[in-house]
């Protein structure tokens, strides 16, 4: 059985809300999925004031209490999430932001690995590709396997043909996310996002110490010695690739410091 969590930034259940439930039940033919719906707006959750103590000593010292913690406990026990969100003025809504906002500090120290991402948008007009691209970039932040999201254009009135077309993209969608929902194992990484990972570490290694969190994180987890963030079984390509990414930023962290 694979468990599924949606985060719906919008208040109203309306063309998010339905994109979710109608992308979730398209699963349900394909294998033995349980989803839940989270309408963030049904929770609590505070206006990252920008101390930053969670970037440097940890999240458990944020001053907020909220309901931070129990979604992120949703996100750890679910196979699969799905971050959906109604286009507000060309971006995610306020309430998507704030959430998104309250997981910053994952992007210090990713750690969703081995479970799948997905977005949808819902608009009216313009601009929601836009916003699933950006949405698609934060779940690989976080650490997700993202599948490419879709927007929903729902002009009313709507044809019969629009409203064809979104049930196709949807069912597309869902296709491909439950494609690598059951694949076993961890991706190879592409060349960006090894990228991503050898330059960060190289830079948290010879910027920071054990005094700092992310320092003392990737320490733990192995990972200033380790290919990537979890096991996988890079090609020559890709492991000359990867030690030259390493040499570029410790070059430039040297540069910074001379
Ligand atoms: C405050 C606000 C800002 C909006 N800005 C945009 C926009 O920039 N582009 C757009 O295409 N639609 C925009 N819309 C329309 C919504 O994206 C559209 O109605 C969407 O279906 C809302 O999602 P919902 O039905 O799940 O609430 C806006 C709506 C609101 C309420």
Known sequence: MKRVTAFVGS?????????????????????DI????????????????????????????????????????????SDGVVFASPNYSFQVSAVMKIFLDRLGFVFHRPRFFGKTFTSIVAQGIYGGDKIVRYLDFVGNGLGFNTVKGSCVTALQPMTEKEKQKIDRAIRRQS??????????????PTFIKLMAFRMARTSIRLELDDSSRD????????????????????????????????????????????
């Open 34 to 77: 349980e989803y839940e719906v989270i309408t963030l707006s049904d929770h609590r959750l505070g206006t990252c004031r920008g101390c930053q103590l969670c970037f440097e000593k940890g999240e458990e010292f944020c001053p907020m209490k909220d309901d931070r913690d129990v979604l992120i406990e949703k996100i750890m026990a």
């Open 215 to 258: 320092y003392a994180y990737y320490k733990d987890k192995g990972w200033f010695e380790s290919d990537y963030y979890y096991p996988t079984r890079l090609g020559v390509l890709k492991k000359v690739a990867g030690s030259l990414f390493d040499s570029i930023q410790t070059k430039r962290t040297r540069s910074r410091h001379s």
């Open 175 to 188: 296709r491909r996310f439950y494609q690598r929902l059951v694949k076993p194992g961890y991706p190879v």
């Open 11 to 31: 208040a109203r259940k309306k063309y998010t809300y339905n994109a979710v439930r109608q992308f979730l039940e398209n699963l349900k033919p394909l294998g």
